[in-house]
């Protein structure tokens, strides 16, 4: 990872961080660290999220997605075709209408997290900044431990207005929506601020 001034992660990684415990947190952080900066052939669901995006930004039909399981290497067609079914069948039924998610972030000392949701979706009229996550399969995630990234989704600057728009985690690989339907409180900020410390102190520690 790039020499730079301030610690910049993705949400996805710190979910991924938020979702773990003890000695794994420390595994995480040092990879992270260690990475290079961002390659795009190193992303496995680059290309299933792209065309999630380009299906709801131009009202296609999700069926069109199948056609990607052809597109990607072998190793991947099995965990593509699973994904692509499970989110099929979350949309199935649903009314849903795309808009511009806008750009986010949230900071906390040297700690900077790109927090832009990947869709903005109104399902069946109601307003989501949804996050895709994909590796529901190998983490555990559900709402109990989702709520500190909600929390920080919701704490973020964001370029839209955001009082009305609920922040959401989708679990791909169980096909549920977690969104954020609470109020913003103190405890749920000190939480999110000591995982972000754990973090900081990790990372300047490694």
Not at 54 to 67: I, V
Not at 76 to 96: D, G, T
Not at 168 to 187: G, R, S, W
């Amino acid at each position: 990872m790039a020499n730079i001034d301030f610690i910049e992660v993705g949400l996805t990684q710190f979910i991924d961080f938020t979702v773990k415990s003890s000695t794994a947190r420390v595994t995480h952080v040092r990879k992270i660290k260690n990475q290079e900066d961002y390659q795009p052939a190193f992303d496995y669901w680059k290309q299933l999220r792209e065309e999630i995006i380009n299906a709801h930004q131009n009202e296609l039909s999700l069926d069109g997605l199948n056609y990607l399981i052809e597109q990607v290497d072998a190793k991947k067609q099995k965990n593509y075709a699973e994904a692509i079914s499970r989110y099929q069948k979350f949309f199935r039924k649903k009314q849903v209408q795309w808009f511009d998610p806008g750009k986010s972030f949230w900071v906390f000392k040297d700690l900077h997290i790109r927090s832009s949701a990947d869709l903005g979706l109104n399902i069946n009229g109601e307003p989501y900044l949804v996050k895709l996550y994909f590796k529901g399969k190998t983490e555990k995630v559900d709402k109990r431990n989702t709520r500190i990234a909600l929390a920080l989704m919701r704490a973020s600057r964001n370029t839209l207005q955001l009082r009305k728009i609920k922040p959401a985690v989708l679990n791909i690989q169980k096909a549920t929506l977690y969104p954020f339907t609470e109020k913003l409180t103190n405890d749920m900020k000190l939480a999110l601020e000591a995982d972000a410390d754990n973090f900081i102190f990790l990372w300047n520690n490694l």
